[in-house]
């Protein structure tokens, strides 16, 4: 999939074989946000979007990001 103009791919974290997360910034009525999505592998090795995202605004995005770091040291203490 080409990017166009108004988003701007920020990363790419693989998921599975078939699919990964890919965090862009993209022009949401004239206001940059931040859309993490699930983009899925198709047969012909396309990558697609699928219906799975989430748009974050610049104003949660740190409480968002601070939320996943406290779940991630919630699972590795509960994994010791």
Known sequence: MALNNQERLV?????SGREQ?????RDFHGVTKTEI???????DHD???????IVVGRDYLLA????LLDAAALLKSEAA
């Not at 990363?11 to 998921?15: E, L, V, Y």
């Not at 997360?21 to 910034?25: S, T």
């Not at 999505?37 to 198709?42: A, F, G, L, T």
Request: net charge positive; no cysteine; aromatic share 10%.
């Open 47 to 53: 990558w697609e979007p699928t219906p799975r995202h």
């Open 37 to 43: 999505r699930v983009y899925e592998r198709h047969r």
């Open 64 to 67: 968002l990001v601070q939320g």
């Open 21 to 25: 997360f890919r965090i862009l910034l």
């Open 11 to 15: 990363a790419s974290i693989q998921k």
